[in-house]
Every structure is written in C-alpha cells, then in structure tokens.
C-alpha cells in the first residue's frame, strides 16, 4: 500500500508516535574557530590558490557590505542588506559548485556572485539603477543578476525560486551536461508553499539540484521558534527522501565539503540534496531594519565570536599561506576600491526612457508604444518634472 | 485536411512541437501516462518517453514554479493546470514571476518559451469550481500573452504559434468544445498569428466581439438578429492580451455600435477594458452605448447555469437594444 | 542556533546524510481481516452500541455508493464519488471524535458525515441540488455540509481546508471549549503548498487538529510512487515535529483506536497530529473516471481481500452481536431506501431565482439586485428557454 | 480630535477593535512583538497577549488560509499581508476560498469576520515588488469587498467598518501616506460606510475619481485645472468592490466628464471598468470620452517611477485634453 521500497515496516498493535525527535540531526563540523582541523575530520578539496580565492572574495564581502551600509546612512543608495556573519555558507559553497552550475540566490548571497567574478563596477551599477546596470535599473538594490557567471537575476517574493531551480536542474538534465542547479533560500522562506512544492518535486523528478538553506535564526523580526516547530530545515530531508545534511554554517570548510559531496552525488544519481547551514544573521535584516526592537545585544555578542572570516583567516595563517601585512594590504585596498566605485557609479547616468517600457515582452507590442509615444511627448513638454530621463530624450 | 474535434487539434499540435524540438516537455496532473483527464495529451508519453512527458505531483504552485525554471534554462516547457480553476495556486509563480522575469533581469534571463495549457469555462454542469473563466486575473497583468481558441482549426494554429512565441502564454482551452466542435483541420504544421482578432463574419449595424465558447453563442445571436434585419459584423478577439485594439475599432467606427460578451462576472471582466478602450478611440463613431452581456456578478452556480450564462437570447436582445437606442 | 529543544545534536567531522530511510514508520494494526484482534492489541474503547452504530453507518455508506453508481449511470445525477474500500478508515475516524469537533473534509468522507447523522434525504437533496439542498444547488453533486453537524461544506480546490483546519482549531483552543478539529485529505492533495503551510501553522502555534490523511495509492490516475518520494506523508510529521502515528486505514478498530488517542493528546496538549491511514482506492476516482486506462485488474483484484466492511462484520459475528439475517435485513432496507429517497429528491424542484444572487454577500448590494431584476424580466419573456426557474418566478 | 498619521489611526483602530471584541484576532509576517514591519500593529501583543497578537510564519497562502479557518470558527482575524506584491501566493485562498464560502454553502457557513489588511503602491522606491496596486486583481470576485481609504480619518473609520462588516474585506493601505498623510482623527470609536463614495470637492465641468494616495494627485491636478478655469469635481471611490455607481453616475451626469486615476498599470485596472459602467449610465451626458490616467502597461519600475506614474502633471493634461475635446 505504499512504495516498495519502505516496505519493511513494523508492525505495531498499540499507538505509538513519531514526532521531531524521532530523527537526531548531526552537524559537520571540520575547521575550529582557532584555526585548528578537527582531529578526525575529512577535509574538503582545497588547495592554495582556491584557499586564497575565497578568502579573498570573503574580505571583499565584508567590505562591500561595510561601505554599503555607510553609503546608505548616508543617502547614496537607497538600500542595502548584508550577510554579516553568513559570509562563510554562502562562499563555501560556491565554491564547491562547477562556475556553469546555475545559482538562484534569494538575496543575501552576494558572496556567491563575488567569488565568481562579479566585478565591483557591476555591483555598483546595480545598486546605483544607472544605465550601466546588467538589470537596466528596474529593481532595488542587490537584486543582481548575471547570465555570464550562471547566477539567476534575484527576485523579491520569496520561495519562488526553490520550485524554479527544481525545474531549471531538470532541464540540466534532459540536456545531459553534468551541470547542478543550487538554490540558496533562508529559514523563513522555508515556511512557503513554493518550498514543499520545489523539495517534493525535485524528490520524483530526481532534479539534480542542492537546496541550500541559510538557517540564521531570524526572518525579519521572527526568530526561528516562531518559524517552526521541528528541528530545523534538515528535518523535512526526510518526508522528501532527499538526502540531508547540517552543517556549521559558519565553518567555510564545512560547508565546502558538504557542498563538493552533495554536487558529485547530485550529478551522478540524479537526485536533490539538502544542505542546511546553521548561522546567525550579525547584522540588521536589511538597511531598513533596526534589530534592537527584537533582540537583545547580549545575544548578538554571543555570536559574534564566531565570525567565518577570522576563523579561515586563523587557519590561513596558520598554514603559512597569509601573514597580517598581507590582511591589512588587501582590506585596505579594498576599501579604496569600493569608496572609488561608489564614486564612479554614482554619477553615470539612469537608464534612457525606452527601458521603461522595453523587456516587458520580447518586442514592444503596439499598445505600449503608444504608451510610450505619447509619455515621450509629455516629459517634452514638462522636462524640469522629469530630470531623469528628460535631458536624453530625442 | 482530416476532420479533428478540438482535443485532437491540441494533440496534434502538442504532437507536432514534440516532435521537431527535443526540449519541448509537457507536464502536468495526470497529463502522463493517462494523457490527461481530458486526454488532451494521449499517447504523448508513449511516443517521447517519461522524461518528456509526465505526470506531476498535485501542486499548480509547483507545476509553474517549475515550468518557470525549466523555461528560464531553455526547455520549453507546456505546462498543464488541469482546470482553469485550480490556476490560482499558481497564481505568484504567473503574475510575480513568470510575466515579470525577463523585465526584471534587464533581459539577462526570461521564460519566454513557457506555455501552459488550461481548460476553462461552463457548460458542463460543473458549478464554482469547474466552470471559471479567469482571463481578466491574467489580462491585468504585463509580460503575459493570453489566447484563446474558438474551434480545432483556430486551436491547432493558436496553439503552434503559442508553443513558439518568445513570451509566457496562457493558452485557454474552451471545454465545453472540446469533443463537441468538429472541423477541417490541415495535418500539416501551420500557425496563426497572435494578437490578432479576426473579422468571423462583416456586417454594418453592429460589431459583437467574444471568444472561445462564446463565438457560438454569438453567432447564434446574430443570426435570430439578421432574421430582424440587423447586419452584425462578427469579431473574435482570439488574443486577450495584448489584444488587437486596430481591428476592433476600425469595426466599430464602420458599424458604430459594439457588444462584448463573454462568459466570467460582468465586474472587472475584460469587457471592461473592451469598452473603456473602444469608447476612447471610436468616441465620435458611437450610436449607442457599448454592450456588456457577461456571467453575473456571482460565483459559478450549479442549477441556474442557463440562467447565469451570456447565452443567445440574452445576446440578442442586448443586439435589438442597441440598436433600438 | 536552533531551537533549545534539539539542542543536543552530534558532532560529525565527515559528511553523513539523512535520508526516507532515517525514521522507520511502524503500522498499527488491531484488527485482522478475519475478524479477530491481535492478540496484543489494545483495544479502542467501544462498545456494542458504537459498534452498531459503525457498523451500519458501513453499511449505508456502502448502499448509497453502489445505489448513486447505478443513478449515475441512469443519467439520473450528473456526478457520483464513492469511497469503495476505505469506508473503514473515515467512519473509523469520525467515531472516534465528539459529535461537535468540528470535520473539515476533501471530498470522499461522506462516511463521517453519516456517522453524525446527516439524513438520506439531505444526501439526496444536496446529489440533486434541488431546493432543500443545504448548499442551495449551488455545488457539484457529493458537496455536502452542515453547520448543525459541524461538517464543514466542500470545497473542490484541494489542500485549501489544510491550513484552515489549522485556523478553525487555532479559534476552537482561544474559546476553551474543549473541542478540536478532524481534517482529511487525499495524498494527493498532500502535495500542494497549503498542506505545508497548514502543518507548519499548526505546530507552531499549537493548534488541536487532527490532519487525517487518506492514502489510497491514487490521485486520479496518479499512483503515489509519482506523487511523493518519501515514506508516505507520515515521514513529514518529523519535520514538522507533530506526533504522527500511520494506521492500516482498512482496520477500522485501528483508526478508531489511533482516533481516539489523537484527539485526547491533541486536546489535552494543544497540539496538532497526524494519523496516515494506508488504503486503496478500490472505486473509479469518480463517475467521470475509468481507472483501466492507468491500472490493471490484478491490482484491483489484490486489495478487493481487504474489505474493511467484511473485516468488522466478521468481528460482529465472533462478538455474536450480528447475524446473516440482521444483514440481510439491514442491506435489504437500505437499498428500499435509497432508491426511494432517489425517487422523491428527483423530482423537488430546483432552488428559485432568487437563490441566484443571495449568499453573495450577506445582503443583496444594489449592483447585483439590478442584474436580478434584469434577469427576472428577460426570463419573464422567454420563460421556455429557462425552464428551471420561469415557472416560479413572480 | 487627536493629530494622528495614517499609521497611527490604523493603529488606533486595531486597539478599539481588539478592546471591544475579545474573539479579534491580529497576525501576520512580523506583526507581532515587533509591531509589523511599518508598525501598524505596535503594542497590540503587549496590550491583548501572544493568543490574540502573534507572528506567523513565512507563508501567504498559510496567513489566509487560517485566517479563513479562523473567520468561520467564529473568531474576528484580521490578517495582514506584508506588501500587498506578496498576496498573491494567498490568491487562491482568497478568490476561490474567502469570496465564495458563504455561497457555495448556501450560508450554512461563512468567512464574514475576515479583514485583510495590506500596504500597497508606489512612492517608496520599492521597484516590482514593494510598490504594487493589485486592487483590480481582487475586483472581479464577486464576494470581495475593497476598501482603500485616502488619509487617516478615512482610515480609522473605514477600518473599522470593515472590520465590524459580515462579509470579508480587504483593506488596502496607501503606505507611501502611512507617515505622510497626518490630519484631525477622533479618538473615540466610528465608522465610515463602506461601497459609498465620497464627493470631496464639488464641481462642474469634469469629475475626477480616483482612491487612496493617488486622491492627493488628483487634487494638484484640480488646482492646475481650476487656474485654467475649469471646475473640477472630485469623488474618492473609497470602495472598489462592491462600488457606488450611483454617486458617480449623478456626477458624470452633472459634470459631462470624467476622469479615472489609478497607479496600477492601464490594462485591466478598475478604471476600465469603471469607464465601462459610466459610458453605458451616462452615454447621453458625456462630452467626451472617459479619460483613464493610470500606471503604464510594464512591471512597476525603479529608475523611472516616476515616468510611470499617473502623477500630477498628466492628470493635468489629460482634464484639459477632455475639456478641449
Ligand atoms: C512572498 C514574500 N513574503 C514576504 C516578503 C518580505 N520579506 C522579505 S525578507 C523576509 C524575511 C526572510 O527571512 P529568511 O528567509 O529567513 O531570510 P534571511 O533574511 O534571514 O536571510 C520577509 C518576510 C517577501 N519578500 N516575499
Ligand atoms: C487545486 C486542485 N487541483 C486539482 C484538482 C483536480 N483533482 C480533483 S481530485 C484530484 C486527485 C486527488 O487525489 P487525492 O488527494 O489522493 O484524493 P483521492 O481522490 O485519492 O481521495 C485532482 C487532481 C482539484 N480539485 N483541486
Ligand atoms: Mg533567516
Ligand atoms: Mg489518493
């Protein structure tokens, strides 16, 4: 009466229930805050230059957010959302993707898109919407996109991209290129339908796809005990059969092993993969949200101690492969480099007029021209309410 | 030509896409093995294989977020909702997602090659829930293309055209015809052009505008109306968005009335936009107001169907009404 | 950084993953197809009236099945949905319950509505949408409800009453009034975003709901191998952490006895649960539905042996609290009846006009009432064309 | 009388409703401790406890489907919608469950206590996806009723009718007004009737209706108007769903006019239906064709908001159009 493969089942003449705790959850852990390896553990595949490449696009993380979070404060950009504390799970496991793995990120994964090579012109171009923008200006800050590194334009309404990269790993398959789809989505979005949706679908269409969710405790305000009830996201790998792993979000080691294991498997048998990377959102939800009305600052400090960053750094160092001049050379570089980008983005101009109303379909159909005719002929006659886009129209 | 009903123009049509593009995949509640419980896809996994064509797990949020993906990485997915009913679950996935993704990209990605394929409409005793005609959730929407087919022939080539437009598509199969309208339908592959209404039948005292089932009930009308000496001049819009404004008011300028019809509530149909839209551009050219005969402001009933339907007579006398102004 | 509650997870240093295979789901099973109990089996509390009661609440609903059929077949109802093979498991279910628990059912539990007493006329009324129908002829046969029995309406959208029950149950727990709530779904309708989104609203905010699934193989032509991938839809209790128990939906002593522990728990502790009852749809999916296009006979003919009916008639008969002649007799009756009752619903007339256009909203509004008046002139003149409701019509 | 914001009158009548009716009930994404992301539902958990004022998780479809199980229960929800860009996974539970539960059960049951509250509109630099007007999406489900008030003594007495109203509501509030729009609001309990425009201004040459924060672009574009001498009317339809015909008819047939303003995009939006209606009530008054100035037919932009909105300034030109017509 159910599928063949459970048939062994027990059987029992008295009720009995199963409930959360029916399954213990282990979590990977591999590299200690100090820098040191757990005795036992199976390190990921890393070598010197890939070591150096995340640490890099780590510190480049934590600048950028630093800057841009200031940059707002200040009026430049409108908005901004870091991933303070996070770094580490996102990295890690771009990482231990193929570059042609396709990513759909829900927000907070810049880190991700960075350390494929997103250039720091093209993060500025987005959150500045002007014309140089890859999205042409249409949506808020940090909602980037890349066709070129394979890393899906982000979308605001949340869980929409877990069924999505179900289908779009499915789709990699039919083609047969040995090519995964990893979907990053936090703890929150996991409460949508679109989630069981995308993990039961992926399940029977045996999608190679790694669902990686960024566990940090807090959705907004909601902590996770007002998310849900079970033992977090990695709990549910089991109604789906897909295999599940946890892992120390905040052990970038961690999360590249995870990640490199769930990819060969993923690709291999055709079948989904869980990850849940257990963290702690540092900072506010987003430049708009201030954390002191819902959370105390004891329970910030608390886990600060276990920054991502200084805990690869540590290790770094201790492999001879980083030294301090070399830390405050490249963090200061950095910050150069960002002030300077603002300052250059910030005065290219917005996107002409005729982005309004292009990409809406493939062609801009008849009634829409007429829209913009006629919108064209309006600002003609009132330029000064227009700056925008006034000065460039013909 | 060889006599086909409807659902086997839309076969045809999903037989012939299959078969000339391998990335064509089609899928939905029981569209595999089964064929659909309309068996609108019969034998379409016999002939291309599970991985092709296949039956889904019961989740319309799932089926579109799905499709979305599958879409977006070049595949060209034709998505069934198995009634037009059960679309709203999906509702995010089509309005936020699907219409919006190539805008909001800046063209770096879209779903462009997505299509979903859904039967809508009464008559077949069906109440709320199997009976709903819900072009106008969708036509409020930019991104979407939405077509709707009146008979095999239209359906087959609507339905070729629509699997290769570069846009999402929501294809509404009228099911109330799907055995019950036969006609001539060339074997070949053809298509026909979307956005474009076409003229069914001229006339010059008034242009009635409708699609899918209602082009019947509306010719039905015109006919009792001819019989009083009304020449009516037949439009069937075919295409609900973008929609093919030109040829309608070039109609009602030349006959100077106009009547909508069509099966969902009065309030908010897309009858609406017809009539704002045509009382803009043919202002000058009006003798009468523009007609609405639509479903009433009600859900979907079971017993007073009849009653609740834009049927013929009520047609006809919204014609002699107009025209009597 | 997860709940308190699971805090004690292992410290893994090399990749292990959880899996369908992690939770092993046991079956509760009572009673034996020949009518005897396990010998350590605890029984359900019953007695020879409840038992009676079942019993023939059985037998009914399997009448009016066979009876409803045949009429459709007739042309006589346009529409008929039985629920062949798993009788057991709903009136099973709905004995265990108060009378004033609220049901919230899909579409296939019209045994626990005869179990509360909804009369063969209302049934009738309701197939034949005439004008004593409760619903006012406004549904699709077999979409029965009432408010007097705590029976909520059908709705045909699956999966919508998921989250709902978990609302109704929310409201029944803020009056205190020591009542829960009993919804059922197909593991079809499992699959769609409400069934997370209710589960997850259920255990978070600590809702007295019973989620009562019927696991009958088949959604349609859909067999549950293509539906879900994991262990049935018991599996996801874990991740909800929701007590969960999975019942052999054909052993009715099973689900009465699972039942009744459910709802003590779920009451006495605020607390939602899940009862998985493992059957097979032993009917066509409805009367528009021909299961020979999608499964063979052999298959059919395999769980024909499982007859929940035949099960607890065989236990009657061992209790000798039944005999072949009380069955003769009692069959013999129902049928009289049902066909009777046919006879007389058929030819009720239909709701009025009116009926139209009330229950839109509490009251008429002056849009709608306009339509009415237009209508009931157009009918006035053409009275032929609308032979339902012209007669009436003042 | 209290100077309120728009906020804190809804606020206040969240209070009133909660104090009087022990079965309210207030939930949503963040609305709990945290008062909701705008702080709509400040103090509420503090004041009523975590039964009656809690957070729920991250799921649309999940907030309306329990507040649907809620509302027929017997308890008064009302449920907020963060943005109203995110009902959309709630659809369904609305369209086809809320609006047609008392039908479809022939009242044996009914979902009259819902009120949905949700922020929606432009003005904050929000891009697709936090700047949305759905209104129309909801307009064409008969069972519905829209309210949107345009300030916060319309929105303190509005949602509190609401929210008393037997029939389920969704209540639209114009967030770009929720620190903006601050006015004399009474402290004490009131009403405003729901489905009653509002003549705001009186006038005689063109009536101007619009709803919510698009009322203040209105009354810029009438004194833009006024200084050319022309006499604006101006009506705040304050209910979409069902809406007063009367009282706009009656104007139109004074004024001979009339212009509909709305951001959401052109196609599909309410003010084609609104055409619709007043074109056949008022076809021997109108001097010239129903103007629609609305949002353009693209996703809700970023860098170009304000191109696309329906601002002032084309407000302006579109009444002169219509008079010089
Ligand atoms: C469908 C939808 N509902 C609500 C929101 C508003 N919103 C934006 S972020 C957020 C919280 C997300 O939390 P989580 O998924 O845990 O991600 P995190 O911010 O912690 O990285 C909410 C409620 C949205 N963007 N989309
Ligand atoms: C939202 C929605 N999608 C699709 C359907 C069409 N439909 C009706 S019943 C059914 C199968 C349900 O299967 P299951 O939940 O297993 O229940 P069973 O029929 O086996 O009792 C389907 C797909 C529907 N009623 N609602
Ligand atoms: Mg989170
Ligand atoms: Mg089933």
Same mark, same amino acid.
């Given at each position: 009466?159910?599928?063949?493969?459970?048939q062994?089942?027990?059987?029992? /003449?008295?009720?009995?229930?199963?409930?959360?705790?029916?399954?213990e959850?282990?979590?990977?852990?591999?590299l200690?805050?100090d820098?040191t390896?757990?005795?036992?553990a199976e390190?990921?595949?890393?070598? $010197?230059?890939?070591?150096?490449?995340?640490y890099?696009?780590l510190?480049?993380?934590?600048?950028?957010?630093?800057?841009?979070?200031?940059?707002?404060?200040?009026?430049?950009v409108s908005?901004?959302?870091t991933?303070?504390?996070?770094?580490?799970?996102?990295?890690?496991?771009?990482? %231990?993707?193929?570059?042609?793995?396709?990513?759909m990120?829900?927000y907070?994964?810049?880190?991700?898109?960075?350390?494929?090579? #997103?250039?720091?012109?093209n993060?500025?171009?987005?959150? #500045?919407?002007?014309e140089?923008?890859?999205?042409?200006?249409?949506?808020?800050?940090?909602?980037?996109?890349?066709n070129?590194?394979?890393?899906?334009?982000?979308?605001?309404?949340?869980?929409?991209q877990i +069924? $999505?990269?179900?289908?779009?790993?499915?789709g990699?398959?039919?083609?047969?290129n040995?090519?995964c789809?990893?979907?990053?989505?936090?703890?929150g979005?996991?409460?949508? %339908?679109d989630f069981?949706?995308?993990?039961?679908?992926?399940?029977?269409?045996?999608? +190679?796809v790694?669902f990686?969710?960024?566990?940090?405790?807090?959705?907004?305000s909601t902590?996770?005990?007002q998310?849900?009830? %079970?033992?977090?996201?990695a709990?549910?790998g089991? &109604?789906?059969?897909?295999?599940?792993?946890?892992?120390? &979000?905040?052990?970038?080691?961690a999360?590249l092993k995870?990640?490199?294991?769930?990819?060969?498997?993923a690709?291999?048998?055709?079948?989904?993969?869980?990850?849940e990377?257990?963290s702690?959102?540092?900072?506010?939800?987003?430049?708009s949200?201030?954390?002191?009305?819902?959370?105390?600052?004891?329970e910030e400090? =608390?886990?600060?101690?276990?920054d991502?960053?200084?805990?690869m750094?540590?290790?770094?160092?201790a492999?001879?492969?980083?030294d301090?001049? *070399?830390e =405050?050379?490249l963090?200061?570089?950095?910050r150069?480099?960002v002030?300077?980008?603002v300052k250059?983005a910030e005065?290219i101009?917005?996107?002409p007029?005729?982005?309004?109303?292009?990409?809406?379909?493939?062609?801009?159909?008849?009634?829409?021209?007429?829209?913009?005719?006629?919108?064209?002929?309006?600002?003609?006659?009132?330029?000064d309410?227009?700056?925008?886009?006034a000065?460039?129209?013909? | 030509?060889a006599?086909m009903?409807?659902?086997?123009?839309?076969?045809?049509?999903?037989?012939?896409?299959?078969k000339?593009d +391998?990335?064509?995949?089609?899928?939905g509640?029981d569209?595999?093995h089964?064929g659909?419980?309309?068996?609108?896809?019969?034998n379409?996994q016999?002939?291309?294989?599970?991985?092709?064509?296949?039956?889904?797990?019961?989740?319309?949020?799932g089926?579109?977020?799905?499709?979305?993906?599958?879409a977006?990485?070049?595949?060209?997915?034709?998505?069934?909702? *198995?009634?037009?009913?059960?679309?709203?679950?999906?509702?995010? *996935?089509?309005?936020?997602?699907?219409?919006k993704?190539?805008?909001?990209?800046?063209?770096? #990605?879209?779903v462009?090659?997505l299509t979903?394929r859904?039967?809508?409409g &009464?008559g077949?005793?069906?109440?709320?829930?199997?009976?709903?005609?819900?072009e106008?959730?969708?036509?409020?929407?930019?991104g979407?293309?939405?077509v709707?087919p009146?008979? +095999?022939? *239209?359906?087959?080539?609507?339905?070729l055209?629509?699997?290769?437009?570069?846009?999402?598509?929501?294809?509404?199969e009228?099911?109330k015809?799907?055995?019950?309208?036969?006609?001539?339908?060339?074997?070949?592959?053809?298509?026909?052009?979307?956005?474009k209404?076409?003229?069914v039948?001229?006339g010059?005292?008034?242009?009635?505008?409708?699609?899918?089932?209602q082009?019947?009930?509306?010719?039905?009308?015109?006919?009792m109306?001819?019989k009083?000496?009304?020449?009516?001049?037949?439009?069937?819009?075919?295409?609900i968005?973008?929609?093919?404004?030109?040829?309608v008011?070039?109609?009602?300028?030349?006959?100077g009335?106009l009547?909508?019809? /069509?099966?969902?509530?009065?309030?908010? %149909?897309?009858? &609406?936009?017809i009539?704002?839209?045509? $009382?803009?551009?043919?202002?000058?050219?009006l003798?009468?107001?523009?007609?609405?005969?639509?479903?009433?402001?009600?859900?979907f009933?079971?017993?007073?169907?009849?009653?609740?339907?834009?049927d013929?007579l009520?047609?006809?006398e919204?014609?002699?009404?107009?025209i009597?102004y």
């Amino acid at each position: 009466m159910d599928k063949a493969k459970y048939q062994s089942s027990r059987v029992i /003449h008295c009720p009995e229930f199963l409930d959360g705790h029916s399954v213990e959850i282990p979590i990977l852990k591999i590299l200690k805050q100090d820098g040191t390896v757990y005795d036992t553990a199976e390190m990921p595949d890393i070598d $010197q230059a890939l070591a150096l490449k995340m640490y890099k696009t780590l510190a480049f993380h934590r600048v950028l957010d630093e800057r841009m979070v200031a940059a707002q404060r200040q009026g430049r950009v409108s908005f901004y959302m870091t991933a303070l504390g996070e770094e580490g799970a996102v990295v890690g496991s771009a990482a %231990g993707l193929n570059d042609k793995d396709m990513i759909m990120g829900q927000y907070r994964e810049q880190g991700a898109l960075m350390f494929r090579g #997103f250039s720091l012109e093209n993060f500025m171009n987005q959150m #500045f919407s002007n014309e140089l923008d890859l999205g042409k200006g249409r949506q808020m800050p940090i909602h980037y996109g890349s066709n070129e590194l394979h890393y899906m334009t982000i979308s605001s309404p949340l869980g929409t991209q877990i +069924p $999505q990269a179900a289908g779009y790993a499915y789709g990699q398959k039919l083609q047969g290129n040995e090519l995964c789809t990893l979907c990053y989505f936090g703890e929150g979005a996991a409460s949508e %339908g679109d989630f069981h949706a995308g993990l039961n679908m992926a399940a029977v269409h045996n999608a +190679p796809v790694i669902f990686f969710c960024r566990n940090n405790g807090y959705a907004i305000s909601t902590p996770s005990s007002q998310q849900y009830a %079970g033992n977090g996201i990695a709990s549910r790998g089991v &109604g789906y059969d897909i295999k599940t792993i946890r892992v120390d &979000g905040n052990d970038i080691f961690a999360v590249l092993k995870a990640t490199q294991v769930a990819r060969k498997y993923a690709i291999e048998h055709n079948q989904p993969i869980i990850i849940e990377a257990m963290s702690y959102r540092l900072g506010a939800h987003s430049t708009s949200d201030d954390p002191s009305g819902y959370r105390t600052r004891d329970e910030e400090a =608390k886990y600060a101690d276990h920054d991502p960053i200084l805990r690869m750094k540590n290790w770094l160092l201790a492999q001879n492969w980083w030294d301090e001049t *070399q830390e =405050k050379a490249l963090f200061d570089t950095l910050r150069e480099e960002v002030l300077a980008a603002v300052k250059k983005a910030e005065v290219i101009e917005k996107p002409p007029l005729e982005e309004l109303v292009t990409d809406v379909y493939d062609d801009v159909p008849a009634h829409l021209q007429e829209q913009y005719n006629n919108l064209k002929e309006h600002i003609k006659k009132y330029p000064d309410a227009y700056p925008v886009t006034a000065g460039r129209i013909k | 030509m060889a006599q086909m009903n409807l659902l086997q123009a839309i076969n045809d049509a999903l037989m012939i896409a299959m078969k000339e593009d +391998p990335s064509v995949v089609c899928f939905g509640e029981d569209v595999g093995h089964f064929g659909g419980v309309f068996r609108a896809t019969s034998n379409l996994q016999e002939e291309f294989g599970e991985q092709r064509c296949f039956n889904t797990p019961l989740t319309e949020q799932g089926i579109m977020g799905f499709a979305n993906g599958l879409a977006a990485q070049g595949s060209v997915p034709i998505a069934e909702i *198995q009634f037009a009913d059960y679309i709203f679950p999906a509702f995010d *996935q089509i309005v936020n997602e699907s219409a919006k993704f190539r805008y909001r990209s800046g063209n770096e #990605f879209n779903v462009g090659n997505l299509t979903i394929r859904t039967p809508y409409g &009464g008559g077949i005793a069906g109440g709320l829930y199997h009976s709903q005609s819900p072009e106008a959730y969708f036509a409020h929407t930019p991104g979407l293309k939405i077509v709707v087919p009146r008979n +095999p022939y *239209q359906a087959k080539g609507l339905l070729l055209a629509a699997i290769r437009d570069k846009n999402p598509i929501i294809f509404f199969e009228p099911k109330k015809l799907y055995r019950a309208s036969v006609g001539e339908v060339p074997e070949e592959d053809y298509q026909l052009p979307l956005g474009k209404a076409e003229v069914v039948k001229t006339g010059s005292d008034i242009t009635l505008l409708g699609w899918g089932a209602q082009m019947e009930t509306i010719e039905k009308a015109a006919e009792m109306a001819e019989k009083k000496g009304v020449s009516c001049e037949i439009v069937d819009l075919r295409s609900i968005l973008p929609w093919d404004v030109e040829t309608v008011a070039a109609s009602v300028k030349k006959t100077g009335r106009l009547l909508i019809n /069509h099966e969902a509530p009065l309030t908010g %149909g897309f009858a &609406g936009e017809i009539a704002a839209t045509i $009382q803009d551009k043919c202002f000058l050219h009006l003798e009468s107001p523009i007609a609405r005969v639509c479903g009433l402001d009600t859900p979907f009933p079971l017993a007073h169907e009849k009653e609740y339907m834009p049927d013929e007579l009520k047609t006809f006398e919204a014609i002699m009404a107009a025209i009597n102004y």
